[in-house]
């Protein structure tokens, strides 16, 4: 049986990202399924929410930065209160994108397939295209490890934001772990749950990483969320 048309809703975070969120909302917008794109403003001080809106998105605004895990939960609620008072017979499914995929979004359907075909609670992506993922290797190897300390399982990409999941298995990992943590907790409390997770290959690209001090300052706040996601969890570090 097909899924039906208009079952996925795209929620991107998005912060800062004036130079790439309307090519990523007008290509998330094609993907087979999506009849709804939110992006979440967290705390921008460039044209970001403007030019979602120009492009298609519905935008919910926070007036500061809240982290990540609040977007995405900020996001969740918006398309939560889009669907009140209609006839939906199920929610929508949840496809987390990050803002700065530009074209490459229009690539992500993959990534829902399994969910809306209904053999798995959550995708995670693996990038075919292995331009260096944020939080280089000292943060992905704290993540990966401490998943698999907590579920017996290492994804590929452990801090790897490009996700599709049910509502059910949404509602069942809240509340997400704050900040660049979100990832990490949503992963070990999905498998928690007892709730199957499907990882699938896509030819997805963000901006790489860079080595500069802001870079740097950027790693060091995802090592700490990571770190008190895992810590909430009770997942101790090796040694």
């Not at 090519?23 to 087979?32: D, K, N, P, S």
């Not at 969910?115 to 260096?132: E, H, K, P, Q, Y």
């Not at 928690?192 to 990882?199: N, T």
Request: proline letters at 5%.
């Amino acid at each position: 049986m097909e899924p039906p048309a208009g079952d996925v809703a795209v929620v991107i975070p998005a912060r800062n990202e004036s130079d790439r969120i309307a090519a990523t909302v007008r290509a998330a917008a094609g993907l087979a399924g999506v009849d709804l794109v939110v992006v979440v403003d967290d705390g921008s001080g460039d044209r970001t929410a403007d030019l979602a809106e120009a492009a298609g998105a519905s935008v919910m605004r926070h007036a500061r930065r809240r982290g990540k895990a609040a977007a995405m939960e900020t996001g969740a609620e918006a398309v939560r209160l889009l669907e009140a008072g209609t006839d939906r017979a199920r929610p929508r499914h949840l496809l987390f994108l990050d803002g700065d995929l530009a074209q490459t979004a229009g690539e992500a359907g993959p990534l829902a397939a399994p969910v809306r075909a209904g053999r798995a609670d959550m995708t995670i992506a693996v990038f075919s295209n292995r331009v260096r993922q944020g939080g280089h290797g000292f943060v992905v190897a704290l993540s990966g490890s401490g998943i698999m300390r907590a579920t017996g399982w290492r994804p590929a990409q452990p801090l790897n934001g490009q996700r599709c999941l049910t509502r059910a298995a949404f509602e069942a990992a809240r509340p997400l772990a704050p900040g660049f943590g979100a990832e990490t907790g949503l992963t070990i409390d999905v498998l928690r749950q007892g709730l199957r997770i499907e990882e699938v290959e896509v030819p997805l690209a963000h901006r790489a990483t860079g080595s500069d001090w802001r870079s740097q300052v950027h790693r060091a706040r995802q090592f700490a969320d990571v770190a008190r996601a895992l810590a909430v969890r009770q997942v101790r570090r090796p040694g």
